[in-house]
């Protein structure tokens, strides 16, 4: 059974800094690309950040690009995303998902329906 468990999420106040961690288990962790993703009510998922397998290729949606770092370690089963200099517009419950096509060689990594597991997601909530 395959499990994706984010944490790491929480209150903080604008321009600080949180560390997200999403634990993989149930699947064979370097085969998959990893992305984060996030969503507040009434709005549509929006794509924030995807690796591919190795950890050498990261894309990014231009609205975190210089803030964010998505990274991985396949020894840990583990994908982080560092949100540096938050800002408000950032609230939202932050999901991660896993792709089998490990280097996003068919669709764009923001193509939300791509992945093919997805976690339960985590709050994070910057205050101004």
């Known amino acids: 059974q395959v499990q994706l468990v984010e944490s790491g999420g929480g209150l903080v106040q604008a321009g600080g800094s949180l560390r997200l961690s999403c634990a993989a288990s149930g699947l064979t962790f370097s085969n998959y690309a990893m992305a984060w993703f996030r969503q507040t009510p009434g709005k549509e998922r929006e794509f924030v950040a995807a690796?591919?397998?190795?950890?050498?290729?990261?894309y990014y949606a231009d609205s975190v690009k210089g803030r964010f770092t998505i990274s991985r370690d396949n020894a840990k089963n583990t994908v982080y995303l560092q949100m540096n200099s938050l800002k408000p517009e950032d609230t939202a419950v932050y999901y991660c998902a896993a792709d089998l096509d490990r280097n996003f060689a068919i669709r764009t990594p923001s193509y939300w329906p791509r992945y093919n597991y997805w976690g339960q997601g985590t709050q994070v909530t910057v205050s101004s």
């Open positions: 690796i591919n397998w190795s950890g050498d290729n990261t």
